[in-house]
C-alpha cells in the first residue's frame, strides 16, 4: 500500500518561503505523475504543480515562478519549493500520486496546512 505523507506546512509572513514535502513509501518513479493540490476554506480544491516521471512540470497559472515541484527519486520525496508567498496562496496543500497518464489520482496524503498572514 502506497502512503504519501506531508511535511513543511506552518505560518508565514506575505513575501516569505516554504517547502513542502512529500515523502512516498513506494518508489516516485513508479508513479506517471505526483502533484500538489491545495484546498482553501470555502473553495475547490485546485491543482497547484505536477511532476511527471521523466521531469515534466506544470504550474497553476497564479503560482508559475513562485512555486517549483521537484522530485528526489533517490529518497522518494517530492517537493514544492514556494516563495513570495501571498494571502490567497493560504490553504491545505496535499500530495498526490497516479500511475498512469489518464488515470485519476489515486494516492493522498493528509495535508499539511500553510497559513501566510501579517
Known amino acids: 500500500q502506497v502512503q504519501l505523507v506531508e511535511s513543511g506546512g506552518g505560518s508565514v509572513q506575505p513575501g516569505g518561503s516554504l517547502t513542502l514535502s512529500c515523502h512516498a513509501s513506494?518508489?516516485?518513479?513508479?508513479?506517471?505523475?505526483m502533484g500538489w493540490y491545495r484546498q482553501a476554506p470555502g473553495k475547490q480544491r485546485e491543482l497547484v504543480a505536477t511532476?511527471?516521471?521523466?521531469?515534466?512540470?506544470n504550474y497553476l497559472d497564479s503560482v508559475k515562478g513562485r512555486f517549483t515541484i521537484s522530485g528526489d527519486s533517490a529518497d522518494n520525496t517530492v517537493y514544492l519549493q514556494m516563495n513570495n508567498l501571498k494571502s490567497e496562496d493560504a490553504a491545505v496543500y496535499y500530495c498526490?500520486?497516479?500511475?498512469?497518464?489518464?488515470?485519476?489520482?489515486?494516492?493522498w496524503g493528509q495535508g499539511t496546512p500553510v497559513t501566510v498572514s501579517s
Open positions: 513506494g518508489k516516485i518513479f513508479t508513479f506517471n505523475t
Open positions: 511532476i511527471s516521471s521523466i521531469g515534466n512540470t
Open positions: 498526490a500520486a497516479k500511475m498512469g497518464p489518464g488515470d485519476p489520482y489515486e494516492y
